[in-house]
């Protein structure tokens, strides 16, 4: 069982930047940050497999940075240039797959999740 723990949410102007982090209790292969605004789906929004090959969702493209240190269990998003409509609940998840799974179901392991609010 991995256990995942979030840090680095907060309230932050549009324009602005926050750095998220996952840390894992165990290795882990690939790594998802999913979110999640009230009344909608979980999107997953950046994700990196263990060699570091990365996915990022087409709304955060040149945005959003994901990175990992396997050393440390822990991977990262960077997140710049912050929009309102990222506004949302953000989860780290962590997959056995070895390639970034896309949908929620894929993964195995889930944390608690870390607000991000972006006022206008």
């Known amino acids: 069982q991995v256990q995942l723990v979030e840090t680095g949410g907060g309230l932050v102007q549009s324009g602005g930047s926050l750095r998220l982090s996952c840390t894992a209790s165990g290795r882990t292969f690939s790594v998802g940050w999913f979110r999640q605004a009230p009344g909608k789906e979980r999107d997953l929004v950046a994700g990196i497999n263990w060699s570091g090959a990365t996915y990022y969702a087409d709304s955060v493209k040149g945005r959003f940075t994901i990175s990992r240190d396997n050393a440390k269990n822990m991977v990262s998003l960077q997140m710049n240039s912050l929009k309102p409509e990222d506004t949302a609940l953000y989860y780290c998840?962590?997959?056995?797959?070895?390639?970034?799974?896309?949908?929620?179901?894929?993964?195995?392991?889930w944390g608690q999740g870390t607000q991000v609010t972006v006022s206008s």
């Open positions: 998840a962590a997959s056995n797959q070895k390639w970034v799974p896309g949908t929620p179901s894929g993964y195995n392991y």
